[in-house]
């Protein structure tokens, strides 16, 4: 499941996503179904897929870096097309930042990609901002990503009164 939503998304917007297309394809399938037992039962890194009509239709990663900081990031989003205007970005968005929040991340962040002004728009529209960092990106080393940040200390669920 997870590869054929890895390469759907990589046929679709292969500038968008910081690994090829023939990487993806000429991965064995037993790493994909590694990281998705991984992300089964992890606190430091999870996915999460989009299934419409009992067929998956997208899919995003969520993680901490295991820096000293620990800063939340979601990446490799990605909404089948024919069904981006269910809000299908929107849905797995919150269900990866609600994961984050209750592993304890306030802020959460987003390399975008500076040509994929798509994203862009979408991350803004949902609260991200421009941190100031902007960096070549690592693996594809002829595009330029813009560093995004969104404070998501609102989202944290109070403590239950005792």
């Known amino acids: 499941m997870l590869r054929e939503l890895r390469t759907a998304s990589l ?12 990487d993806a394809l000429s991965a064995d399938a037993a790493v994909y179904d590694a990281a998705a037992a991984r992300h089964a039962d992890s606190h430091a890194a999870t996915s999460f897929i989009l299934y419409t009509e009992g067929h998956p ?7 901490f870096e295991s820096a000293p900081a620990r800063r939340a990031f979601v990446f490799a989003l990605w909404v089948a097309p024919a069904v981006r205007h269910l809000r299908g970005g929107e849905l797995l968005l919150n269900a990866a930042l609600e994961w984050l929040v209750s592993e304890g991340a306030t802020q959460v962040y987003a390399w975008v990609t500076d040509s994929n002004t798509t994203a862009m728009r979408f991350y803004e529209r949902l609260g991200f901002g421009p ?9 594809s080393p002829e595009q330029w990503e813009t560093l995004l940040v969104r404070d998501v ?10």
């Open 131 to 139: 941190t100031g960092d902007h960096a070549r990106s690592q693996h």
């Open 11 to 22: 046929r679709d917007a292969p500038y968008a996503f910081g690994d090829s297309l023939e």
């Open 153 to 162: 200390s609102d989202l944290a669920q109070p403590a239950p009164a005792q």
């Open 57 to 63: 239709a997208g899919l995003i990663g969520a993680n």
